[in-house]
């Protein structure tokens, strides 16, 4: 654990040019400081695969909004991002358990899962980052619960999820949500039909 406050020169000005990248993204995007939900999704849209992404964009921002005030504060969203850059790998799974938890009772239900699984693999096939036979999002969330649900009642709680991921790099592999995929250098392309109607 006390490892990663150790880091490499190089490595921790790459971390400070992506966070200033985010940051920057942020400020231009956002000049108030806060991001509604429709900002937000065009604005992740534009940086994966457009709108086959809209809705793991959603969960995204239903879990950086952690005060649940349906705004992402620029406090909110660096804390977030600042973590999944350089964070443990226990701080990035308790976020990513987060996303998954939709409704914030502490425990994934496979529907829960089930629903985040599909939009990924939705993002992913628009995106065409599948492999040949790939699983599909309903196998890949029956192969995680039957690996993580150790005490077999129908949900995965907190410690599950992280014990389990960390014994199992697919399943870590599967379950992390990775900055590094969305391009935050690109310039966003405004979207009129958006704003009018969002």
């Known amino acids: ?3 990663a406050a150790v880091r490499t020169c190089g490595r921790s000005e790459s971390y400070v040019t992506e966070l200033y990248e985010w940051f920057r ?4 995007e956002c000049p108030s400081g806060l991001i509604a939900l429709h900002e937000f999704q065009r604005h992740f849209c534009d940086g994966t695969v457009g709108s086959e992404s809209a809705e793991y964009a ?8 952690s005060n649940g005030d349906g705004v992402v504060d620029f406090r909110e969203y660096v804390m ?7 964070g443990s790998a226990v701080e990035k799974l308790r976020w990513s358990f987060k996303l998954y938890d939709k409704d914030r009772d502490g425990a994934i239900t496979k529907e829960e899962m089930l629903e985040i699984m599909q939009a990924v693999y939705k993002m992913n096939v628009a995106a065409g980052l599948t492999k040949p ?3 599909t999002a309903e196998e890949c969330t029956n192969r995680i619960f039957v690996r ?3 005490d077999n009642n129908a949900i995965i709680s907190l410690e599950e999820f992280i014990e389990g991921a960390l014994d199992d790099n697919w399943i ?3 379950l992390e949500c990775d900055p590094s995929t ?6 966003l392309k405004r979207d009129t039909a958006l704003e009018t109607h969002g």
């Open 1 to 3: 654990m006390g490892q």
């Open 25 to 28: 993204k942020f400020v231009i």
């Open 58 to 65: 959603e969960q995204i921002f239903r879990t950086l909004d």
């Open 80 to 86: 977030a991002i600042s973590m999944l850059i350089e």
């Open 133 to 135: 036979n790939p699983l």
């Open 148 to 150: 993580l649900d150790k």
């Open 172 to 174: 870590r592999e599967m």
């Open 182 to 187: 969305v391009k935050v250098g690109r310039p």
